[in-house]
């Protein structure tokens, strides 16, 4: 068997120096082995000038994170300053409060979301759903709201990008959620973290810049593979999910070095998918 995913880094850890470094961290990540890149907005640059970069750096942009009202209206905007990009992927969350599972208008939401769908596959897009810490611990009659979004849509209009670390933070199983939506999971974040203890957090948000401390058990987001996520145990799972992209994840490195994380955690990430597979 081989293997055919590959891999990607987010923007998210270098969000604050995107604006003006864009080309530079992407010369840097295709140094370390990335294949490609996931964007966190486009960071006031336009499609040419991201797209000159991908050149230079040989990375593809796998997908982008669209916030829902911004999908929903600009939805063709959206889409064409991202397939300009050769994405193939745009990822929707941040769903409003008030259209939230529970509400009265949750069905105007999935309407929504399958309408914004359609139009990305009219654009040779696949629409995902990324979750949070939250969509976990958000419950109506005891069901996650991961669970209600994603089985009140289409499978085929609505794919699912699985960030594994949130799925735990928000107090998940991420091996259930592979199992159940195997079939949903073009893109897979594999976040890790280190706490103490068991802790729930809704995103990274709460924490600012920092660590958690004791409230939170001293959590600390870490590079792939170096946290307390058993990557070794979920992988078989992962790779049954027939992902195009692994994404290699976590939200800050604080002191550490950015790209020493991230190569640190691409590393293991291939190392691991690598003993599921026969080289050739």
């Given at each position: 068997?081989k293997?055919m995913?590959?891999?990607?880094s987010?923007t998210?850890?270098?969000r604050?120096?995107c604006h ?20 966190y907005?486009?960071f ?9 970069f ?10 982008d ?9 600009d ?26 599972p ?9 309407a929504?979301i399958e309408?914004?769908?359609r139009?990305?596959k009219?654009?040779?897009v696949q629409?995902l759903?990324?979750n949070?810490?939250?969509d ?6 005891d ?10 849509t ?6 699912f990008?699985?960030d ?6 928000g ?5 259930r959620?592979l199992?159940k ?6 893109i897979i ?8 203890a068991p802790?729930l ?5 709460p924490?600012?810049?920092?660590r958690?401390g004791?409230?939170?058990n ?5 590079p792939?593979?170096y ?5 070794p145990a ?7 999910c ?11 490195s ?10 640190m955690?691409l590393?293991y990430?291939?190392y ?7 080289r050739?």
């Amino acid at each position: 068997m081989k293997n055919m995913c590959k891999f990607a880094s987010p923007t998210f850890l270098f969000r604050d120096i995107c604006h003006s470094q864009l080309g530079h961290i992407m010369q840097r990540l295709a140094g370390i082995g990335f294949d490609g890149l996931e964007l966190y907005g486009m960071f006031g640059l336009d499609s040419n000038a991201i797209l000159g970069f991908c050149k230079e750096s040989k990375l593809e942009i796998t997908c982008d994170h669209i916030h829902y009202e911004e999908f929903s209206q600009d939805t063709v905007n959206v889409i064409t300053r991202r397939t300009a990009l050769g994405a193939n992927y745009l990822t929707i969350d941040n769903i409003p409060s008030h259209l939230l599972p529970g509400t009265r208008s949750f069905p105007k939401a999935i309407a929504e979301i399958e309408r914004i769908s359609r139009v990305c596959k009219g654009h040779g897009v696949q629409l995902l759903y990324h979750n949070h810490g939250y969509d976990l611990m958000t419950k109506v009659n005891d069901v996650p709201m991961l669970d209600i979004i994603l089985d009140s849509t289409d499978p085929e209009l609505l794919k699912f990008q699985p960030d594994l670390g949130w799925i735990a933070l928000g107090g998940g199983d991420p091996s259930r959620y592979l199992d159940k939506y195997a079939s949903r999971c073009p893109i897979i974040h594999l976040k890790d973290y280190f706490a103490a203890a068991p802790v729930l957090l809704e995103s990274p948000f709460p924490l600012g810049n920092n660590r958690g401390g004791q409230k939170y058990n001293f959590f600390e987001f870490r590079p792939s593979g170096y946290g307390i996520m058993n990557y070794p145990a979920l992988m078989p799972k992962i790779l049954a999910c027939n992902p195009q992209w692994i994404t290699t994840d976590h939200d800050l490195s604080y002191e550490r070095d950015t790209y020493e994380d991230m190569k640190m955690g691409l590393d293991y990430t291939k190392y691991l998918v690598s003993l599921h597979f026969v080289r050739e």
